[in-house]
């Protein structure tokens, strides 16, 4: 079989892939979304890309273990049940950069679990996911 005759095959698997896989690439920008939740999800990666990577910040993550200390409400009980993050190390490495880190994940869902509304989260982390 000549080489040349897979290349379509190849192009096609890759394409229909992505429709099925969410995600934002930090090198490229790229964000590829199937649905509004893996949408808003993969914007706050991108938010949080042009801000530096401020999930990675001492700050931000001080903020989250503050306001677990400090509260009682489901926003606690859903940060500390979030997986991966109580072990959670700031060396972490995934050995790869196409996969982000607990806390970025976090940084994420918690975008999606106040469906993008900066105004509706607690005053504390209002200022990671602000622009200015």
């Not at 698997?13 to 099925?20: D, F, M, Y």
């Not at 060396?91 to 970025?104: L, N, V």
């Not at 106040?114 to 989260?121: L, T, V």
Request: proline share 2%; aromatic share 14%; net charge negative.
């Amino acid at each position: 079989m000549k080489l040349w005759l897979l290349i379509p095959i190849v192009v096609l698997a890759i394409g229909l892939k992505l429709k099925t896989m969410s995600f934002y690439d930090y090198t490229t920008g790229l964000t590829n979304c199937t649905n509004d939740y893996s949408c808003l999800h993969e914007s706050a990666h991108r938010l949080d890309d042009s801000l530096g990577t401020i999930s990675h910040s001492r700050e931000f993550a001080d903020a989250v273990r503050l306001y677990v200390l400090a509260n009682q409400d489901e926003l606690t009980f859903k940060i500390v049940m979030f997986d991966g993050l109580m072990n959670y190390s700031e060396q972490y490495e995934s050995g790869s950069e196409r996969f982000s880190s607990p806390i970025q994940e976090l940084y994420a869902e918690m975008y999606v679990w106040f469906n993008g509304d900066i105004s509706k989260m607690p005053v504390d982390f209002q200022k990671f996911y602000k622009e200015d």
